[in-house]
Nanobody
Framework: QVQLVESGGGLVQPGGSLRLSCAAS????????MGWYRQAPGKQRELVAI???????KYADTVKGRFTVSRDNAKNTVYLQMNSLKPEDTAVYYC????????????WGQGTQVTVSS
C-alpha cells in the first residue's frame, strides 16, 4: 500500500513564502513522477509543478519564477518551495505520485491548505 503524507501548509501574507513536503511510503516503482496540484474553491484541480525521476520539470505558467519543485529520491520525498505568494495561490495543495508498469499507478496525498491573505 502506497501512502503520501503532506505537510507545510498554512496561512501566509502576500509576498511571503511556504515550503510544502510530501513523503511517499510503500512499494514505489523507481521510475516515477512526483508533483503538486492545487484546487481552489469552485475551481477544478490544476497542475502546479511536476518532476519526473528522469525527465524535465514542468510548471504551470502562473507559478513559473515563483515556485520551485525538488525531490529527494532516497527519501521518496518531493518539495514545493513557494515564494512571492499571491492571494490567488490560495488553494488546497495535493501531492501526486505516478508511474507506469504495464498500467498506470496514481496516488494522491490528503491535501494541505495554503491561504495567502493579509
Amino acid at each position: 500500500q502506497v501512502q503520501l503524507v503532506e505537510s507545510g501548509g498554512g496561512l501566509v501574507q502576500p509576498g511571503g513564502s511556504l515550503r510544502l513536503s510530501c513523503a511517499a511510503s510503500g512499494n514505489i516503482f523507481t521510475l516515477n513522477s512526483m508533483g503538486w496540484y492545487r484546487q481552489a474553491p469552485g475551481k477544478q484541480r490544476e497542475l502546479v509543478a511536476i518532476m519526473p525521476s528522469g525527465g524535465s520539470t514542468k510548471y504551470a505558467d502562473t507559478v513559473k519564477g515563483r515556485f520551485t519543485v525538488s525531490r529527494d529520491n532516497a527519501k521518496n520525498t518531493v518539495y514545493l518551495q513557494m515564494n512571492s505568494l499571491k492571494p490567488e495561490d490560495t488553494a488546497v495543495y495535493y501531492c501526486k505520485l505516478t508511474w507506469f508498469a504495464y498500467r498506470e499507478y496514481t496516488y494522491w496525498g490528503q491535501g494541505t491548505q495554503v491561504t495567502v491573505s493579509s
